[in-house]
């Protein structure tokens, strides 16, 4: 890993996607003097340039990037450069018609939108190294360069191809992953439903099929496509390094986006971005975009990450584009910094006057930057945020680790479930808000992080556990940390094959109970809990019937069969203590069920402060708190610290 000089640095980089090349030169000289206006000092240049960089295939034009680079570089504003591989130019799939992608049901996605291009493409493959290749050559000592921006948004689109050629990319995957036929029938359990393979030719993707596929072919499926979009990112950065290893890479992330395994993917590059579009008219937008901060930051295991995008005002791609309100721009990017960014930045600079995203919010919109809101507010922030610049050197606080695991996500939601109404989402949402609402800083964690960091490990969902993981899990524990499991965790292997021996078999010790039967709720269905203490709380969605093993019931069902069961159990384990819920508690409850495991496991609320403020502390490295108090709701607000 080579250093991430620049967000090393005692500032706060402000700035957005810049596409010049739509506008004539003219304009690059006010948007230059307007960027040194508004404190723009970081711009993600030429994202979706590569027709204009290279408008026939092996005919290239750097002239202009020349001259903005140059340009920028005389204002004060550094590149983030990207490498402009993200949408190929029409040509492509006009000479090589079988580059582009197609669905599960046969069908091509053609040139004109972006993105057309199939994963597994040699043509495209070819293509976008040599760009790269030329653009690394060209710019590596261009004094404006302070990061690479590796194509845009992998996967957003096209996550996944079942043309002929993935098709056959998908084979050599699998024989490398299982080294012979009989180990793949074995992990892919085809001896129901005469599934069973004799040649590796027989094998083929997930195509639309007449009923549920194969369970494991379908995961296989995932980690495959999520593995050749990181292999298209490592073509890309491989070269890079080649040229200028010094120089940082990162792609923008999507947050929680299932189709990629990012915490797999940030350990081939340098930084961490994220592209974060919360819905403004959503009561819980400000969760969300704070669960997507700390997910950047815990990616790259605490070091600085970039806010890579955001809108200033509206998006334009849902049905209803609602604006974020005055103060509501720079509260969020408030909370990103507060939550680890050490870049602020949007897209896009200046408002498109054509193409599909002319409707979006841009720090210069349309109607120019005399009289404008957005101009005022952006231009205030990019000023004020060049007084933060020492936050820069801090790092966020958190004694509760979340796990999250993108291979337990996509078994938990493949088809013939017990019920399809349990999601990753659902599940996570469950346990980070309430975690999130009483400002307990969260990390997330994954199954290759250090547990031993956290006094209190959540573990909202674990469908899919591998048997290194339940170990790490019950070590954790037994060396005197707190763990919290939600319902249907560790109940099948990295094959998708049931754990055997009673649920959730690999943590029944540790939690110190058997699952006898899972009882999905129906929509609109929903059960009552009885607490130790007597309070009662609705729960609804799922009920594990659970007997004890040596845990004690925190709680227990009061209707259907298994009434007087217990709900919530508590096991003390080795020097620590292990929690399971066994059914979705409505959010009040769970938020008191979660304060009462924090306290107990010596993670205390580090203030007191009305509904919709949120706190995060930042520490430096001579130990000194820096307190973000952003308040969410229109009034004033007084909090208290406690610490
Ligand atoms: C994504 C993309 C950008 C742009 C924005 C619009 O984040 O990376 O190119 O399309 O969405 O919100």
Not at 184 to 200: K, V
Not at 587 to 605: S, T
Not at 637 to 643: G, I, R, W, Y
Request: glycine share 8%; charged share 20%; aromatic share 12%.
């Amino acid at each position: 890993m080579t250093s991430n000089h620049f967000l090393d640095q005692p500032r706060i980089w402000y700035g957005g996607d810049y596409n010049p090349e739509q506008w004539p030169e003219e304009v690059w000289r006010e948007d230059v003097r307007l960027m040194q206006a508004a404190g723009v000092n970081l711009v993600s240049l030429g994202i979706f340039s590569w027709a204009w960089l290279e408008p026939q295939p092996g005919q290239y034009d750097f002239g202009w990037l020349d001259r903005i680079l140059d340009l920028l570089h005389a204002h004060g504003v550094h590149a983030c450069l990207a490498t402009a591989t993200a949408s190929p130019p029409p040509w492509l799939a006009h000479r090589h018609p079988e580059s582009l992608p197609v669905t599960a049901d046969g069908v091509t996605l053609w040139p004109g939108g972006r993105q057309a291009y199939c994963l597994h493409s040699e043509a495209y493959m070819q293509h976008a190294s040599a760009l790269v290749t030329l653009l690394a050559a060209r710019y590596k000592e261009h004094p404006a360069l302070a990061a690479w921006h590796i194509n845009n948004e992998y996967g957003c689109h096209v996550s996944e191809c079942f043309c002929d050629v993935s098709a056959a990319a998908f084979r050599t995957w699998l024989q490398a992953r299982y080294g012979t036929l009989d180990a793949l029938n074995h992990a892919w359990g085809t001896a129901f439903w005469s599934q069973r393979y004799g040649q590796w030719a027989e094998i083929n993707p997930p195509r639309r099929a007449p009923t549920f596929a194969n369970p494991t072919q379908q995961l296989d499926w995932r980690r495959f496509s999520s593995d050749s979009l990181i292999a298209l990112h490592d073509m890309e950065v491989e070269i890079l390094r080649r040229f200028t290893p010094q120089t940082p890479v990162t792609t923008n992330f999507m947050g929680f986006f299932k189709p990629a395994d990012y915490r797999k993917w940030a350990h081939h590059e340098d930084t961490v971005s994220l592209d974060t579009y919360p819905d403004p008219s959503d009561s819980f937008a400000a969760a969300q975009n704070a669960a997507q901060c700390d997910l950047s930051r815990s990616l790259g295991d605490g070091k600085p990450w970039m806010l890579m995008e955001q809108t200033p005002s509206a998006v334009n791609w849902r049905p209803r584009n609602v604006l974020k309100q005055p103060g509501q721009m720079r509260l969020w990017s408030m909370q990103a910094v507060a939550r680890g960014a050490n870049t602020v930045m949007f897209f896009q600079w200046r408002a498109a006057k054509a193409g599909a995203e002319k409707f979006h919010g841009a720090l210069v919109p349309h109607v120019g930057v005399e009289n404008s809101r957005v101009w005022r507010e952006v231009s205030a922030l990019g000023n004020e945020l060049q007084e933060l610049g020492p936050l820069a050197q801090s790092r966020v606080v958190a004694d509760v680790g979340i796990l999250v695991d993108w291979q337990s996500w996509w078994a938990l939601e493949q088809d013939s479930k017990p019920s399809t109404a349990v999601t990753f989402y659902d599940r996570l949402a469950t346990f980070y808000g309430p975690l999130y609402a009483a400002n307990l800083t969260t990390d997330f964690v994954f199954t290759d992080s250090d547990f031993a960091n956290y006094k209190l490990l959540v573990i909202p969902n674990l469908y899919l556990v591998d048997d290194a993981t339940a170990a790490r899990l019950e070590a954790y524990v037994a060396a005197g940390g707190t763990a919290v499991i939600g319902f249907f965790s560790g109940i099948v292997d990295e094959n998708e094959h049931i754990r055997l021996g009673g649920y959730p078999a690999p943590f029944r010790k540790l939690l110190g109970l058997r699952v006898e039967e899972f009882a999905p709720m129906a929509e609109g269905e929903s059960n009552t809990v009885r607490f130790d203490d007597g309070a009662t709380a609705a729960c609804d969605l799922w009920a594990d019937v659970i007997d004890l093993e040596g845990a004690t019931a925190l709680a227990a069902f009061t209707g259907n069969f298994f009434a007087g069961q217990p709900a919530v159990t508590e096991h003390a384990f080795g020097q620590g203590r292990a929690y399971y819920i066994g059914t979705r508690l409505a959010a009040e409850a769970m938020g008191a069920l979660l304060g009462r495991i924090c306290h107990a496991a010596g993670v205390m609320p580090p203030v007191s402060a009305p509904p919709g403020v949120e706190v995060v502390r930042r520490r430096t490295a001579e130990g000194r708190d820096l307190w973000f108090v952003l308040n969410h709701r229109p009034e004033l607000a007084t909090v208290t610290l406690l610490v």
